[in-house]
């Protein structure tokens, strides 16, 4: 079965497995209306655009002819904007998909889960409360 990591938290949240919130988008304004309802609803300093593909190392993967990544932290709806410019209508390459890419027709836009306290950031595998 193939689910896009927005498909699968809109599963899990059906059976109140808590997920990072986010909004699915198909284009730049839509992005940056989502980056808008995020910071509104929960408060995010700063927003991640993931590119929906399936296949995994996309935070690695980088959208063919450009340095940019198929996850990126944006800091206002301006850079979120941006960042989803840059990734929808591109082919992101990853490890998993090999030199052929995959087209990105869609971008979660999802509330950070940055922790500004004493320790070093560090990044999470698993469920985030």
Do not use: W
Not at 35 to 44: D, E, V
Not at 55 to 65: F, L, Q, S
Not at 100 to 124: F, I, R, S, T, W
């Amino acid at each position: 079965m193939n689910l896009h990591e927005y498909q699968a938290k809109e599963l899990l949240k059906k059976y109140q497995v808590p997920v990072q919130e986010g909004i699915a988008c198909s284009t730049p304004a839509e992005a940056e209306e989502a980056y808008r309802t995020i910071h509104t609803q929960y408060g995010s300093k700063f927003a991640v655009v993931k590119a929906q593909i399936h296949a995994g190392g996309r935070g690695k993967g980088k959208i063919r002819g450009t340095e940019q990544r198929g996850v990126a932290v944006g800091k206002n709806a301006e850079a979120i904007k941006e960042i989803a410019q840059n990734i929808l209508g591109g082919t992101l390459v990853t490890i998993q998909t090999g030199e052929a890419g995959k087209l990105v027709n869609k971008v979660l836009v999802a509330q950070d889960v940055y922790y500004e306290g004493p320790n070093p950031v560090k990044e999470l595998k698993g469920l985030i409360p």
